[in-house]
């Protein structure tokens, strides 16, 4: 049950888009295409962004997308807005448990 | 609306115990499996418990196997989280989250449990 690795922070100025990688292994992200990913801004609970790899929730915007490759998904933000500066979790089926990623600080310049 | 509001958080001293408390509200409870997350003071997320529907199937971290015991009553639409032999590491704002086929899709607000002498 070891975390997902993600960068410790990612940053792009407004408009811009940037990727947040979340690199696993066989055993979690390689197999199951149930990854999903989470926003939580300072103080708050933990907001879903993407689920099953590269669906949106009803209300998100489409400027959130993701995508898988083998042991690693990503999650893009394009069009960077000042809303979208938070913290980035990916998380995955893992078997029997479920793991998440390290986190990633988004900071828009 | 769905709703879930967590309780039960405090201070505790290191072997102590603790129930946490999860009530939810605005969905049919009964029909969906639920999961704690916690976060420790300025770290990331990390998944303890989840319990099915039903509470046929139960998984655990690694790291509070033994030690908590998740449980819920369909009744009460309540989802418990009872914590043993609580150790210093275990410091953390406790989520209850609802799991609609693994995203976790909705989450309470936390209840923060210290572990301190």
């Known amino acids: 049950q070891s975390a997902l690795t993600q960068p410790a922070s990612v940053s792009g100025s407004p408009g811009q888009s940037i990727t947040i990688s979340c690199t696993g292994t066989s055993s979690d992200v390689g197999s199951y295409n149930l990854v999903s990913w989470y926003q939580q801004h300072p103080g708050k609970a933990p907001k879903l962004m993407i689920y099953?790899?590269?669906k949106r929730p009803s209300g998100v915007s489409n400027r959130f997308s993701g995508s898988k490759s083998g042991n690693t998904a990503s999650l893009t933000i394009s069009g960077l807005q000042a809303e979208d500066e938070a913290d980035y979790y990916c998380?995955?089926?893992?078997?029997?448990?479920?793991?998440f990623g390290t986190g990633t600080k988004v900071t828009v310049l | 609306e769905v709703q879930l509001v967590e309780s039960g958080g405090g201070l505790v001293k290191p072997g102590g115990s603790l129930r946490l408390s999860c009530a939810a509200s605005?969905?049919?409870?009964?029909?969906?499996?639920m999961n704690w997350v916690r976060q420790a003071p300025g770290k990331g997320l990390e998944w303890v418990s989840s319990i099915s529907s039903s509470s046929s199937y139960i998984y655990y971290a690694d790291s509070v196997k033994g030690r908590f015991t998740i449980s819920r009553d369909n009744a009460k639409n309540s989802l418990y989280l009872q914590m043993n032999s609580l150790r210093a590491e275990d410091t953390a704002v406790y989520y209850c989250?609802?799991?609609?086929?693994?995203?976790?899709?909705?989450w309470g607000q936390g209840t923060l449990v210290t572990v301190s002498s």
């Open positions: 605005g969905f049919t409870f009964s029909s969906y499996s």
């Open positions: 989250a609802r799991e609609d086929q693994l995203p976790l899709d909705y």
């Open positions: 099953e790899v590269s």
């Open positions: 998380c995955s089926y893992a078997g029997s448990s479920t793991v």
